[in-house]
Protein backbone atom coordinates (compact mmCIF):
# COMPACT_ATOMS: atom_id res chain seq x y z
CA UNK A 1 0.00 0.00 0.00
CA UNK A 2 1.44 3.39 -1.11
CA UNK A 3 0.38 6.53 0.73
CA UNK A 4 1.95 9.24 -1.21
CA UNK A 5 3.16 8.52 -4.80
CA UNK A 6 5.17 12.10 -6.97
CA UNK A 7 7.94 13.38 -9.08
CA UNK A 8 10.71 14.66 -7.02
CA UNK A 9 9.50 17.92 -8.81
CA UNK A 10 6.03 17.62 -7.84
CA UNK A 11 7.21 16.64 -3.98
CA UNK A 12 9.57 19.94 -3.95
CA UNK A 13 6.44 21.82 -5.58
CA UNK A 14 3.87 20.77 -2.92
CA UNK A 15 6.37 21.80 0.39
CA UNK A 16 6.61 24.93 -1.51
CA UNK A 17 3.41 25.88 -1.67
CA UNK A 18 2.52 23.97 2.01
CA UNK A 19 0.78 21.76 0.94
CA UNK A 20 2.73 18.54 1.20
CA UNK A 21 1.77 17.97 5.00
CA UNK A 22 -2.55 18.22 3.67
CA UNK A 23 -1.86 16.51 0.73
CA UNK A 24 -0.01 13.07 2.79
CA UNK A 25 -2.76 13.60 5.45
CA UNK A 26 -5.79 13.41 3.18
CA UNK A 27 -4.35 10.26 1.42
CA UNK A 28 -3.76 8.58 4.77
CA UNK A 29 -6.98 8.99 6.33
CA UNK A 30 -8.16 7.25 2.87
CA UNK A 31 -5.97 4.38 2.54
CA UNK A 32 -5.03 3.77 6.09
CA UNK A 33 -6.65 5.67 9.41
CA UNK A 34 -7.16 9.61 10.62
CA UNK A 35 -3.29 10.21 11.12
CA UNK A 36 -2.55 10.89 14.85
CA UNK A 37 -1.40 14.79 15.46
CA UNK A 38 1.88 13.18 16.10
CA UNK A 39 2.42 11.62 12.86
CA UNK A 40 1.13 15.50 11.07
CA UNK A 41 3.87 16.57 13.59
CA UNK A 42 6.05 14.27 11.96
CA UNK A 43 5.28 14.95 8.50
CA UNK A 44 5.57 18.74 8.85
CA UNK A 45 9.11 18.74 10.15
CA UNK A 46 10.52 15.73 8.35
CA UNK A 47 9.29 17.16 4.86
CA UNK A 48 11.06 20.49 5.16
CA UNK A 49 14.56 18.15 5.74
CA UNK A 50 13.12 16.09 2.80
CA UNK A 51 12.93 19.05 0.90
CA UNK A 52 17.12 19.94 1.76
CA UNK A 53 18.62 17.56 0.95
CA UNK A 54 16.45 16.90 -2.27
CA UNK A 55 17.26 20.61 -3.34
CA UNK A 56 20.14 19.95 -6.22
CA UNK A 57 20.31 19.03 -9.22
CA UNK A 58 22.24 16.05 -8.81
CA UNK A 59 18.90 14.48 -8.12
CA UNK A 60 16.75 14.29 -10.77
CA UNK A 61 13.84 15.80 -11.03
CA UNK A 62 11.79 12.51 -12.38
CA UNK A 63 12.82 10.18 -10.12
CA UNK A 64 10.32 8.84 -7.96
CA UNK A 65 9.12 9.68 -4.27
CA UNK A 66 7.35 7.20 -2.19
CA UNK A 67 5.82 8.20 1.21
CA UNK A 68 4.38 5.63 3.82
CA UNK A 69 5.09 2.81 1.68
CA UNK A 70 3.68 0.04 3.31
CA UNK A 71 6.23 -3.44 3.82
CA UNK A 72 4.28 -6.54 2.63
CA UNK A 73 2.24 -8.35 5.12
CA UNK A 74 3.87 -6.43 8.15
CA UNK A 75 2.00 -3.38 9.93
CA UNK A 76 5.37 -0.92 8.92
CA UNK A 77 5.83 1.68 6.46
CA UNK A 78 8.77 2.90 4.93
CA UNK A 79 8.95 6.49 5.50
CA UNK A 80 10.93 8.06 2.47
CA UNK A 81 11.54 6.23 -0.40
CA UNK A 82 13.42 7.55 -3.53
CA UNK A 83 13.67 5.34 -6.92
CA UNK A 84 15.71 5.69 -10.07
CA UNK A 85 18.25 4.35 -12.04
CA UNK A 86 22.14 4.22 -11.45
CA UNK A 87 22.49 3.22 -14.95
CA UNK A 88 20.10 2.88 -18.01
CA UNK A 89 19.78 -0.24 -17.21
CA UNK A 90 20.51 -0.54 -13.23
CA UNK A 91 17.25 0.04 -10.90
CA UNK A 92 17.50 2.24 -7.59
CA UNK A 93 15.44 2.45 -4.64
CA UNK A 94 17.02 4.63 -1.56
CA UNK A 95 14.72 3.95 1.70
CA UNK A 96 15.27 6.43 4.33
CA UNK A 97 13.79 5.76 7.56
CA UNK A 98 12.86 9.47 9.31
CA UNK A 99 13.28 9.88 13.02
CA UNK A 100 12.42 12.75 15.02
CA UNK A 101 14.57 11.64 18.20
CA UNK A 102 17.29 13.76 19.66
CA UNK A 103 19.10 10.97 21.48
CA UNK A 104 18.74 7.51 22.68
CA UNK A 105 20.52 5.07 25.06
CA UNK A 106 22.34 1.83 23.37
CA UNK A 107 20.36 -1.51 25.10
CA UNK A 108 23.09 -4.42 26.21
CA UNK A 109 22.34 -7.73 25.55
CA UNK A 110 19.51 -7.04 22.63
CA UNK A 111 20.22 -7.37 18.78
CA UNK A 112 19.52 -4.03 17.48
CA UNK A 113 17.70 -2.24 20.27
CA UNK A 114 18.13 1.00 21.77
CA UNK A 115 16.13 2.93 24.47
CA UNK A 116 14.54 6.28 23.13
CA UNK A 117 11.62 8.66 24.80
CA UNK A 118 8.80 7.31 21.85
CA UNK A 119 4.86 7.73 22.51
CA UNK A 120 5.01 9.54 25.49
CA UNK A 121 7.39 7.57 27.33
CA UNK A 122 10.91 5.69 27.21
CA UNK A 123 10.57 2.56 25.42
CA UNK A 124 13.26 -0.15 23.52
CA UNK A 125 12.65 -0.27 20.12
CA UNK A 126 14.55 -1.09 17.09
CA UNK A 127 17.66 0.76 15.66
CA UNK A 128 17.08 3.44 13.17
CA UNK A 129 19.46 1.48 11.28
CA UNK A 130 18.34 -2.02 11.74
CA UNK A 131 14.67 -0.86 10.95
CA UNK A 132 15.50 0.55 7.77
CA UNK A 133 17.62 -2.82 6.63
CA UNK A 134 14.66 -4.87 7.70
CA UNK A 135 12.25 -3.32 5.38
CA UNK A 136 14.52 -3.63 2.30
CA UNK A 137 15.17 -7.07 3.80
CA UNK A 138 11.30 -7.78 4.02
CA UNK A 139 10.97 -6.20 0.12
CA UNK A 140 13.39 -8.73 -1.14
CA UNK A 141 12.34 -11.77 0.14
CA UNK A 142 8.73 -11.31 -0.57
CA UNK A 143 8.50 -8.81 -3.68
CA UNK A 144 8.73 -11.09 -7.14
CA UNK A 145 9.39 -8.21 -9.40
CA UNK A 146 12.14 -6.37 -7.31
CA UNK A 147 13.84 -10.34 -7.79
CA UNK A 148 13.41 -10.31 -11.54
CA UNK A 149 14.34 -6.92 -12.63
CA UNK A 150 17.36 -7.03 -9.44
CA UNK A 151 16.28 -3.85 -8.16
CA UNK A 152 19.31 -2.53 -6.04
CA UNK A 153 17.33 -1.33 -2.27
CA UNK A 154 19.71 0.30 -0.43
CA UNK A 155 18.53 1.38 2.90
CA UNK A 156 19.55 4.51 5.33
CA UNK A 157 18.18 6.30 8.54
CA UNK A 158 17.82 10.30 8.62
CA UNK A 159 17.50 11.09 12.43
CA UNK A 160 17.92 14.99 11.25
CA UNK A 161 17.51 16.00 15.18
CA UNK A 162 19.53 13.98 16.08
CA UNK A 163 23.45 15.82 17.53
CA UNK A 164 26.03 13.25 17.55
CA UNK A 165 28.08 13.49 20.46
CA UNK A 166 31.96 14.08 19.83
CA UNK A 167 32.87 10.78 21.85
CA UNK A 168 31.19 7.13 22.33
CA UNK A 169 27.52 8.14 20.75
CA UNK A 170 25.11 5.53 21.22
CA UNK A 171 23.50 5.77 18.04
CA UNK A 172 27.13 4.37 16.55
CA UNK A 173 28.09 2.00 19.17
CA UNK A 174 29.98 -0.92 17.84
CA UNK A 175 27.40 -3.09 18.76
CA UNK A 176 25.22 -1.92 15.97
CA UNK A 177 27.94 -1.78 13.58
CA UNK A 178 26.55 -4.54 11.12
CA UNK A 179 23.30 -2.42 10.75
CA UNK A 180 24.99 0.54 10.14
CA UNK A 181 27.29 -0.87 7.50
CA UNK A 182 24.22 -1.76 5.58
CA UNK A 183 22.09 0.97 6.57
CA UNK A 184 23.72 4.39 7.46
CA UNK A 185 22.42 6.78 9.86
CA UNK A 186 22.84 10.35 8.84
CA UNK A 187 22.04 13.14 11.69
CA UNK A 188 21.65 16.63 12.37
CA UNK A 189 24.04 18.79 10.12
CA UNK A 190 24.31 16.12 7.04
CA UNK A 191 22.47 17.04 4.60
CA UNK A 192 25.06 16.84 2.48
CA UNK A 193 26.20 13.35 3.17
CA UNK A 194 22.81 12.29 2.80
CA UNK A 195 22.73 14.17 -0.44
CA UNK A 196 26.07 12.32 -2.07
CA UNK A 197 24.51 8.76 -0.58
CA UNK A 198 21.38 9.71 -2.69
CA UNK A 199 23.52 10.70 -5.96
CA UNK A 200 25.98 7.56 -5.75
CA UNK A 201 22.66 5.57 -6.02
CA UNK A 202 20.08 7.44 -7.99
CA UNK A 203 21.65 9.15 -11.52
CA UNK A 204 19.01 8.92 -13.47
CA UNK A 205 14.84 9.51 -13.26
CA UNK A 206 12.46 7.35 -13.81
CA UNK A 207 9.17 8.71 -13.91
CA UNK A 208 8.09 6.50 -11.47
CA UNK A 209 8.36 3.50 -12.90
CA UNK A 210 10.54 1.64 -10.56
CA UNK A 211 7.94 2.54 -7.73
CA UNK A 212 5.31 1.24 -9.94
CA UNK A 213 7.26 -1.97 -10.20
CA UNK A 214 7.70 -2.33 -6.62
CA UNK A 215 4.30 -1.28 -5.54
CA UNK A 216 2.35 -3.43 -7.99
CA UNK A 217 4.89 -6.76 -7.87
CA UNK A 218 3.86 -10.38 -6.70
CA UNK A 219 4.37 -10.96 -3.63
CA UNK A 220 5.78 -14.27 -3.22
CA UNK A 221 8.13 -15.78 -0.88
CA UNK A 222 11.98 -15.94 -2.12
CA UNK A 223 13.77 -19.12 -2.97
CA UNK A 224 16.65 -18.32 -0.68
CA UNK A 225 14.30 -17.63 1.76
CA UNK A 226 12.30 -20.75 1.25
CA UNK A 227 15.70 -22.63 1.06
CA UNK A 228 17.51 -20.86 4.06
CA UNK A 229 14.26 -22.19 6.26
CA UNK A 230 14.25 -25.81 5.20
CA UNK A 231 17.83 -25.76 5.90
CA UNK A 232 17.21 -24.56 9.04
CA UNK A 233 14.74 -26.99 10.22
CA UNK A 234 16.80 -29.50 8.61
CA UNK A 235 18.40 -31.98 11.81
CA UNK A 236 16.66 -29.53 14.07
CA UNK A 237 15.73 -32.03 16.96
CA UNK A 238 13.41 -29.48 18.41
CA UNK A 239 11.43 -29.40 15.52
CA UNK A 240 11.12 -33.35 14.69
CA UNK A 241 7.41 -34.36 14.07
CA UNK A 242 6.11 -38.12 15.54
CA UNK A 243 2.75 -40.10 15.89
CA UNK A 244 0.12 -37.96 15.49
CA UNK A 245 1.85 -34.61 14.82
CA UNK A 246 2.83 -36.31 10.80
CA UNK A 247 -1.05 -36.83 10.43
CA UNK A 248 -2.15 -33.32 12.04
CA UNK A 249 1.11 -31.67 9.30
CA UNK A 250 -0.44 -33.40 6.63
CA UNK A 251 -3.86 -32.54 7.04
CA UNK A 252 -3.09 -28.79 7.62
CA UNK A 253 -0.89 -29.08 4.35
CA UNK A 254 -3.35 -30.17 2.19
CA UNK A 255 -6.38 -27.78 3.36
CA UNK A 256 -3.82 -25.08 2.89
CA UNK A 257 -2.92 -26.16 -0.34
CA UNK A 258 -6.66 -26.54 -1.61
CA UNK A 259 -7.15 -22.73 -0.36
CA UNK A 260 -4.01 -21.93 -2.26
CA UNK A 261 -5.23 -23.62 -5.62
CA UNK A 262 -9.05 -22.17 -5.37
CA UNK A 263 -9.10 -19.00 -3.08
CA UNK A 264 -11.58 -20.64 -0.84
CA UNK A 265 -11.66 -20.03 2.58
CA UNK A 266 -10.33 -23.22 4.67
CA UNK A 267 -10.15 -22.92 8.75
CA UNK A 268 -8.66 -26.09 10.69
CA UNK A 269 -8.57 -26.17 14.61
CA UNK A 270 -6.77 -28.10 15.97
CA UNK A 271 -7.14 -29.10 19.71
CA UNK A 272 -4.14 -30.27 21.89
CA UNK A 273 -3.24 -30.20 25.76
CA UNK A 274 0.05 -30.01 27.00
CA UNK A 275 2.77 -31.58 25.34
CA UNK A 276 1.00 -32.67 22.22
CA UNK A 277 3.60 -31.19 19.91
CA UNK A 278 0.80 -27.72 19.09
CA UNK A 279 4.30 -25.67 18.58
CA UNK A 280 6.44 -28.23 16.85
CA UNK A 281 3.51 -28.85 13.96
CA UNK A 282 2.78 -25.39 13.73
CA UNK A 283 6.84 -24.60 12.73
CA UNK A 284 6.70 -27.08 10.28
CA UNK A 285 3.98 -26.00 8.25
CA UNK A 286 5.59 -22.22 8.58
CA UNK A 287 8.77 -23.81 6.75
CA UNK A 288 6.62 -25.99 4.76
CA UNK A 289 4.38 -24.04 3.29
CA UNK A 290 6.79 -21.14 2.32
CA UNK A 291 8.62 -23.84 0.62
CA UNK A 292 5.92 -24.56 -1.22
CA UNK A 293 5.58 -20.87 -2.51
CA UNK A 294 3.02 -19.77 -0.29
CA UNK A 295 2.81 -16.53 1.93
CA UNK A 296 2.61 -17.79 5.47
CA UNK A 297 3.25 -16.48 9.30
CA UNK A 298 3.15 -18.11 12.41
CA UNK A 299 0.89 -16.38 14.92
CA UNK A 300 0.81 -15.78 18.50
CA UNK A 301 -0.43 -13.41 21.36
CA UNK A 302 2.54 -13.63 23.09
CA UNK A 303 6.22 -13.01 22.45
CA UNK A 304 7.69 -15.47 23.89
CA UNK A 305 7.10 -18.76 22.00
CA UNK A 306 7.38 -16.63 18.95
CA UNK A 307 11.09 -14.77 20.21
CA UNK A 308 12.26 -18.42 21.27
CA UNK A 309 11.06 -21.03 17.95
CA UNK A 310 12.68 -17.89 15.76
CA UNK A 311 16.00 -17.79 17.82
CA UNK A 312 15.85 -22.06 17.38
CA UNK A 313 15.16 -22.00 13.49
CA UNK A 314 17.67 -19.27 12.20
CA UNK A 315 20.60 -21.56 13.92
CA UNK A 316 23.99 -19.22 12.97
CA UNK A 317 21.85 -16.60 11.19
CA UNK A 318 20.76 -13.28 12.42
CA UNK A 319 17.01 -13.30 13.51
CA UNK A 320 15.96 -10.56 11.71
CA UNK A 321 16.45 -13.05 8.88
CA UNK A 322 13.36 -14.45 9.77
CA UNK A 323 11.88 -12.48 12.16
CA UNK A 324 9.08 -11.32 9.61
CA UNK A 325 7.83 -14.82 9.61
CA UNK A 326 6.93 -14.44 13.31
CA UNK A 327 4.30 -12.16 14.15
CA UNK A 328 1.76 -11.03 16.93
CA UNK A 329 -1.45 -11.46 16.91
CA UNK A 330 -3.03 -7.66 16.69
CA UNK A 331 -0.77 -7.64 13.53
CA UNK A 332 -3.97 -8.26 11.07
CA UNK A 333 -6.51 -5.61 11.97
CA UNK A 334 -5.90 -4.02 8.69
CA UNK A 335 -4.34 -6.74 6.77
CA UNK A 336 -6.57 -7.17 3.06
CA UNK A 337 -8.55 -9.79 2.82
CA UNK A 338 -7.16 -12.98 1.92
CA UNK A 339 -3.90 -11.41 1.73
CA UNK A 340 -1.90 -13.78 3.37
CA UNK A 341 -1.88 -17.70 2.05
CA UNK A 342 -1.71 -19.41 5.41
CA UNK A 343 -1.54 -18.05 8.76
CA UNK A 344 -0.31 -20.35 11.81
CA UNK A 345 -2.20 -19.67 14.86
CA UNK A 346 -0.34 -21.13 18.01
CA UNK A 347 -1.90 -20.47 21.26
CA UNK A 348 -4.75 -19.48 19.87
CA UNK A 349 -6.82 -19.99 23.61
CA UNK A 350 -4.66 -16.58 24.58
CA UNK A 351 -6.42 -14.44 21.38
CA UNK A 352 -7.78 -11.18 22.43
CA UNK A 353 -11.06 -9.68 21.12
CA UNK A 354 -8.86 -5.87 20.62
CA UNK A 355 -5.99 -5.14 19.29
CA UNK A 356 -4.20 -2.37 19.43
CA UNK A 357 -1.39 -0.92 22.13
CA UNK A 358 -4.55 -0.33 24.30
CA UNK A 359 -6.28 -3.41 23.18
CA UNK A 360 -8.84 -0.94 21.69
CA UNK A 361 -8.98 -1.67 18.00
CA UNK A 362 -10.86 -3.93 16.08
CA UNK A 363 -13.91 -6.29 17.23
CA UNK A 364 -11.86 -9.76 17.36
CA UNK A 365 -8.71 -10.99 16.79
CA UNK A 366 -10.06 -14.57 15.59
CA UNK A 367 -12.36 -12.75 12.68
CA UNK A 368 -9.60 -10.78 11.77
CA UNK A 369 -7.00 -13.49 10.90
CA UNK A 370 -9.43 -16.22 9.32
CA UNK A 371 -10.19 -12.77 6.43
CA UNK A 372 -6.92 -12.16 6.56
CA UNK A 373 -5.88 -15.58 5.04
CA UNK A 374 -6.99 -17.96 2.53
CA UNK A 375 -6.13 -20.97 5.00
CA UNK A 376 -5.81 -20.42 8.88
CA UNK A 377 -5.11 -23.20 11.33
CA UNK A 378 -5.56 -22.43 14.99
CA UNK A 379 -4.07 -24.72 17.56
CA UNK A 380 -6.20 -24.38 21.00
CA UNK A 381 -6.20 -26.10 24.72
CA UNK A 382 -9.27 -23.68 26.51
CA UNK A 383 -7.47 -25.19 29.66
CA UNK A 384 -4.55 -22.62 28.92
CA UNK A 385 -6.48 -19.23 29.20
CA UNK A 386 -4.81 -17.57 31.54
CA UNK A 387 -5.96 -13.69 31.80
CA UNK A 388 -9.68 -12.25 31.19
CA UNK A 389 -8.74 -11.14 28.29
CA UNK A 390 -8.18 -14.18 26.47
CA UNK A 391 -10.96 -15.04 24.29
CA UNK A 392 -9.75 -17.96 21.75
CA UNK A 393 -12.70 -20.64 22.01
CA UNK A 394 -13.38 -23.64 19.61
CA UNK A 395 -16.50 -22.54 19.40
CA UNK A 396 -15.66 -19.19 18.41
CA UNK A 397 -13.13 -19.62 16.36
CA UNK A 398 -15.64 -22.15 14.44
CA UNK A 399 -18.41 -19.71 14.39
CA UNK A 400 -16.63 -16.99 13.23
CA UNK A 401 -15.39 -19.12 10.48
CA UNK A 402 -19.25 -19.95 9.02
CA UNK A 403 -19.47 -16.18 9.40
CA UNK A 404 -16.54 -15.75 6.67
CA UNK A 405 -17.97 -18.43 4.48
CA UNK A 406 -14.96 -20.70 5.38
CA UNK A 407 -14.71 -24.64 5.74
CA UNK A 408 -14.59 -25.56 9.03
CA UNK A 409 -12.46 -28.74 9.65
CA UNK A 410 -11.12 -30.13 13.27
CA UNK A 411 -9.09 -32.16 14.35
CA UNK A 412 -6.85 -32.87 17.47
CA UNK A 413 -3.58 -33.98 19.17
CA UNK A 414 -3.49 -36.84 21.77
CA UNK A 415 0.12 -38.26 21.87
CA UNK A 416 1.83 -37.02 25.19
CA UNK A 417 5.38 -36.12 24.87
CA UNK A 418 5.86 -33.73 27.75
CA UNK A 419 5.80 -35.10 31.60
CA UNK A 420 7.02 -38.21 30.38
CA UNK A 421 4.66 -39.13 28.12
CA UNK A 422 2.13 -39.35 31.79
CA UNK A 423 -1.36 -38.69 30.72
CA UNK A 424 -1.59 -40.22 34.37
CA UNK A 425 0.07 -36.82 35.73
CA UNK A 426 -2.10 -34.53 33.76
CA UNK A 427 -5.20 -36.54 35.06
CA UNK A 428 -3.81 -35.68 39.06
CA UNK A 429 -2.94 -32.80 38.65
CA UNK A 430 -5.83 -31.64 36.90
CA UNK A 431 -8.01 -33.28 39.78
CA UNK A 432 -5.24 -31.71 42.45
CA UNK A 433 -5.65 -28.64 42.16
CA UNK A 434 -9.92 -28.66 41.14
CA UNK A 435 -9.76 -28.34 37.00
CA UNK A 436 -11.24 -31.21 36.53
CA UNK A 437 -11.88 -34.70 38.94
CA UNK A 438 -10.26 -37.99 37.68
CA UNK A 439 -12.03 -40.54 36.97
CA UNK A 440 -10.85 -43.11 39.46
CA UNK A 441 -10.22 -40.88 41.89
CA UNK A 442 -6.68 -40.75 43.55
CA UNK A 443 -4.17 -41.86 40.40
CA UNK A 444 -2.82 -45.38 41.05
CA UNK A 445 1.12 -44.72 39.61
CA UNK A 446 1.89 -40.60 38.01
CA UNK A 447 5.39 -42.16 35.99
CA UNK A 448 6.52 -38.60 36.27
CA UNK A 449 9.10 -37.34 38.43
CA UNK A 450 7.23 -34.69 40.90
CA UNK A 451 8.16 -33.80 44.12
CA UNK A 452 7.25 -31.39 46.80
CA UNK A 453 10.16 -29.30 48.45
CA UNK A 454 9.81 -27.30 51.96
CA UNK A 455 12.58 -24.89 51.41
CA UNK A 456 12.94 -23.41 47.90
CA UNK A 457 16.81 -22.84 47.79
CA UNK A 458 16.92 -26.43 47.50
CA UNK A 459 13.97 -26.85 45.06
CA UNK A 460 16.28 -23.86 42.98
CA UNK A 461 19.61 -26.08 43.67
CA UNK A 462 18.11 -29.17 42.29
CA UNK A 463 17.15 -27.40 39.00
CA UNK A 464 20.58 -25.80 38.91
CA UNK A 465 21.88 -29.13 38.81
CA UNK A 466 19.55 -30.42 36.16
CA UNK A 467 20.51 -27.88 33.98
CA UNK A 468 24.17 -28.15 33.75
CA UNK A 469 23.90 -31.01 31.27
CA UNK A 470 21.63 -29.28 28.26
CA UNK A 471 20.51 -25.47 29.90
CA UNK A 472 16.57 -27.11 29.83
CA UNK A 473 15.62 -26.45 33.14
CA UNK A 474 14.30 -23.36 34.52
CA UNK A 475 12.17 -22.04 37.79
CA UNK A 476 8.95 -20.22 37.38
CA UNK A 477 6.35 -18.90 40.17
CA UNK A 478 2.77 -17.02 40.34
CA UNK A 479 2.85 -13.56 39.51
CA UNK A 480 2.18 -13.07 43.38
CA UNK A 481 5.04 -10.64 43.77
CA UNK A 482 5.74 -7.14 42.50
CA UNK A 483 7.75 -6.32 39.19
CA UNK A 484 8.94 -3.06 39.64
CA UNK A 485 9.64 -1.38 36.64
CA UNK A 486 13.20 0.41 37.78
CA UNK A 487 14.85 -3.15 38.83
CA UNK A 488 13.72 -5.32 35.37
CA UNK A 489 17.06 -4.99 34.09
CA UNK A 490 18.93 -5.51 37.50
CA UNK A 491 20.04 -9.15 38.15
CA UNK A 492 21.18 -7.74 41.62
CA UNK A 493 17.18 -6.54 42.91
CA UNK A 494 15.43 -9.74 44.21
CA UNK A 495 11.66 -9.36 43.52
CA UNK A 496 10.76 -12.53 44.81
CA UNK A 497 11.91 -12.84 48.17
CA UNK A 498 10.60 -15.33 51.06
CA UNK A 499 13.08 -13.64 53.42
CA UNK A 500 11.76 -16.19 56.58
CA UNK A 501 13.57 -18.77 54.67
CA UNK A 502 16.44 -17.03 52.85
CA UNK A 503 15.35 -17.28 49.66
CA UNK A 504 15.53 -14.08 47.29
CA UNK A 505 15.58 -14.20 43.56
CA UNK A 506 15.04 -11.89 40.39
CA UNK A 507 12.13 -12.01 38.36
CA UNK A 508 13.30 -12.67 34.56
CA UNK A 509 15.28 -9.38 33.68
CA UNK A 510 13.91 -7.72 30.34
CA UNK A 511 17.17 -7.09 29.13
CA UNK A 512 16.34 -10.55 26.78
CA UNK A 513 12.92 -11.79 25.08
CA UNK A 514 14.34 -15.35 24.93
CA UNK A 515 14.29 -16.14 28.58
CA UNK A 516 13.60 -19.46 28.43
CA UNK A 517 16.56 -20.66 26.31
CA UNK A 518 19.22 -18.00 27.53
CA UNK A 519 21.77 -19.56 30.00
CA UNK A 520 22.23 -17.08 32.50
CA UNK A 521 18.16 -17.29 32.99
CA UNK A 522 18.53 -20.20 35.05
CA UNK A 523 19.65 -17.76 38.12
CA UNK A 524 16.11 -16.03 37.81
CA UNK A 525 12.27 -17.09 37.82
CA UNK A 526 10.03 -16.74 35.05
CA UNK A 527 6.59 -16.12 34.68
CA UNK A 528 3.58 -17.49 32.58
CA UNK A 529 4.26 -15.20 29.91
CA UNK A 530 7.81 -16.46 29.54
CA UNK A 531 6.97 -20.37 29.94
CA UNK A 532 3.93 -20.52 27.99
CA UNK A 533 3.92 -22.38 24.79
CA UNK A 534 7.86 -23.72 25.88
CA UNK A 535 8.88 -26.61 27.24
CA UNK A 536 11.74 -27.54 29.85
CA UNK A 537 13.47 -31.41 30.89
CA UNK A 538 12.99 -30.13 34.54
CA UNK A 539 10.64 -27.13 35.56
CA UNK A 540 10.35 -26.11 39.43
CA UNK A 541 7.05 -23.82 40.25
CA UNK A 542 6.74 -21.97 43.22
CA UNK A 543 3.19 -21.41 44.03
CA UNK A 544 2.43 -18.23 45.71
CA UNK A 545 -0.59 -17.09 48.34
CA UNK A 546 -3.01 -16.89 45.51
CA UNK A 547 -3.28 -20.82 45.61
CA UNK A 548 -4.22 -22.42 49.30
CA UNK A 549 -5.55 -25.69 51.26
CA UNK A 550 -8.26 -24.35 53.67
CA UNK A 551 -11.28 -26.09 54.38
CA UNK A 552 -10.05 -29.34 53.33
CA UNK A 553 -10.40 -28.18 49.49
CA UNK A 554 -7.65 -25.81 47.33
CA UNK A 555 -8.87 -22.20 46.85
CA UNK A 556 -7.55 -19.30 44.90
CA UNK A 557 -7.40 -15.90 46.03
CA UNK A 558 -6.90 -13.02 43.33
CA UNK A 559 -6.45 -10.37 46.01
CA UNK A 560 -2.84 -12.15 46.84
CA UNK A 561 -1.60 -11.28 42.97
CA UNK A 562 0.61 -8.65 42.74
CA UNK A 563 -0.66 -5.54 41.85
CA UNK A 564 1.67 -5.11 38.27
CA UNK A 565 -0.35 -8.44 37.24
CA UNK A 566 -1.89 -7.85 33.87
CA UNK A 567 -3.52 -11.31 33.29
CA UNK A 568 -6.25 -9.91 35.67
CA UNK A 569 -6.48 -6.56 34.63
CA UNK A 570 -10.12 -4.80 35.45
CA UNK A 571 -11.60 -7.69 37.53
CA UNK A 572 -12.19 -5.36 40.49
CA UNK A 573 -14.36 -3.63 37.91
CA UNK A 574 -16.30 -6.91 36.80
CA UNK A 575 -16.24 -7.32 40.85
CA UNK A 576 -17.99 -4.18 41.50
CA UNK A 577 -21.08 -5.11 38.91
CA UNK A 578 -20.66 -8.83 39.49
CA UNK A 579 -19.11 -10.51 42.36
CA UNK A 580 -19.88 -13.58 41.61
CA UNK A 581 -18.64 -13.74 37.87
CA UNK A 582 -15.43 -11.82 38.94
CA UNK A 583 -14.40 -14.47 41.39
CA UNK A 584 -14.97 -17.25 38.67
CA UNK A 585 -13.20 -15.99 36.27
CA UNK A 586 -10.29 -15.24 38.87
CA UNK A 587 -10.58 -18.48 39.89
CA UNK A 588 -10.57 -20.09 36.69
CA UNK A 589 -7.20 -17.76 35.68
CA UNK A 590 -5.57 -18.91 38.24
CA UNK A 591 -5.76 -22.41 38.53
CA UNK A 592 -4.97 -22.54 35.28
CA UNK A 593 -1.96 -20.93 35.29
CA UNK A 594 -0.18 -23.41 37.56
CA UNK A 595 -1.75 -25.96 35.21
CA UNK A 596 0.03 -24.18 32.90
CA UNK A 597 3.59 -23.84 34.96
CA UNK A 598 3.42 -27.26 36.31
CA UNK A 599 2.91 -28.83 32.53
CA UNK A 600 6.42 -27.43 31.22
CA UNK A 601 8.60 -30.19 32.13
CA UNK A 602 9.10 -33.26 30.30
CA UNK A 603 10.95 -35.11 32.82
CA UNK A 604 9.63 -33.76 36.03
CA UNK A 605 8.02 -30.73 38.21
CA UNK A 606 9.34 -29.56 40.96
CA UNK A 607 6.99 -27.27 43.41
CA UNK A 608 7.26 -25.00 46.02
CA UNK A 609 4.18 -23.77 48.16
CA UNK A 610 4.68 -20.63 50.12
CA UNK A 611 1.25 -22.09 51.70
CA UNK A 612 2.63 -24.96 53.60
CA UNK A 613 -0.91 -26.74 54.07
CA UNK A 614 -1.27 -26.76 50.34
CA UNK A 615 2.13 -28.41 50.26
CA UNK A 616 1.28 -31.16 53.02
CA UNK A 617 -1.73 -31.66 50.52
CA UNK A 618 0.12 -32.43 47.52
CA UNK A 619 2.34 -34.80 49.24
CA UNK A 620 -0.70 -36.47 50.61
CA UNK A 621 -2.44 -36.45 47.23
CA UNK A 622 0.88 -38.66 46.03
CA UNK A 623 0.42 -42.56 45.04
CA UNK A 624 1.63 -44.48 48.31
CA UNK A 625 3.86 -46.25 46.53
CA UNK A 626 5.42 -43.30 44.74
CA UNK A 627 9.31 -42.90 45.09
CA UNK A 628 10.34 -40.29 42.85
CA UNK A 629 13.92 -40.04 44.10
CA UNK A 630 14.07 -43.47 42.43
CA UNK A 631 13.10 -41.54 38.98
CA UNK A 632 15.49 -38.67 39.65
CA UNK A 633 19.49 -39.31 39.29
CA UNK A 634 19.66 -35.86 40.07
CA UNK A 635 18.36 -36.09 43.66
CA UNK A 636 20.85 -38.83 44.27
CA UNK A 637 24.13 -37.12 42.88
CA UNK A 638 23.44 -34.73 45.65
CA UNK A 639 22.95 -37.54 48.45
CA UNK A 640 19.01 -37.02 49.52
CA UNK A 641 17.94 -40.60 50.99
CA UNK A 642 14.92 -42.06 48.81
CA UNK A 643 11.63 -41.31 50.05
Known amino acids: MLVYQATKSEFMDHVDRDVIVERISDAFRQRVHRPAASEVRSWRNSMQYMYKVLNTDRIPATCGVAIEFGVPYTGSRIDFLLTGRESAADESAVIIELKQWDKLEAVYGKDGIVRTFVGGGH ?16 IEDYNEAVRDAQVVLQPCAYLHNYCLADTDDPLLDPRYAEYLEK ?44 DAL ?29 SYKTGRKNVLIVRGGPGTGKSV ?18 VSKNSAPRNVYSKLLQ ?33 AHRLNEKSGLFQNLGDNQIAEIIDASKFSVFFIDENQRVTIKDIG ?90 WPTPSK ?37 GCIHTAQGLEFDYVGVIIGDDMRFEDGRVVTDYKRRAKSDQSLRGIKKIADADPAQAQRLADEMIRNTYRVLMTRGLKGCFVFCTDPALAEYFKTRLPRAYAPARQNPLMAAEGQPEE
Open 123 to 138: REVSHPSYQAWSYARM
Open 183 to 226: APAFCNGDVPRLRDFICGRIKLGDDGEVLYRIESGKLRPSKSLQ
Open 230 to 258: TGMLAGNDEFVMIDDQKVVFETALELARQ
Open 281 to 298: VAVNLLVRLTAEDMVCQY
Open 315 to 347: ARHKKAFIQNLFKSSGMYLEAPRSGFDALVVDE
Open 393 to 482: TVDDIRQLAKKASADVYETSLNSQFRCNGSDSYLEWLDDAIGIQPAENGRTPNLDYDFRVFDDPNEMFAAIALANVSNNKSRVVAGYCWE
Open 489 to 525: GDPDYHDVAIPELGFAKSWNLDTTTTWAIDPDSVHQI
